[in-house]
């Protein structure tokens, strides 16, 4: 079982395992490498720019990462990837994206609403 989006309602759907990965194999094989380039080279572009703000983002706090740091993060991916391919579509509506849900989250916290569980 898995979890899928229908609209705006997440369902459970009954998923093959060897549907699962042969499709995934499809994509890093086939689609993302075209679309993203070698992807040796853009994990390691990734990495870089993950260890970057992890360490800006550190100096002087010892909190642990938030969904703000997680909205950046996975923002810096999508910056890696267009690095690949300048204005791929749906590289840039992913960067909007996490940064909507960056301030969807913030303001819904903001306002007591919970959006996101208390820390642990």
Known sequence: MAWAATG???EREEVNDENVLRSAEHIIYGEREETYGDPGHNLRVIADYWTTYIRSRAVGREAPLDYA???NMMVLLKVARLGNTPGHRDSLVDLCGYTALQERVRDAD???KG???PAA
């Open 115 to 117: 959006c996101t569980p």
């Open 69 to 71: 740091d997680v909205c």
């Open 110 to 112: 903001s306002q007591g």
């Open 8 to 10: 705006n309602v997440w």
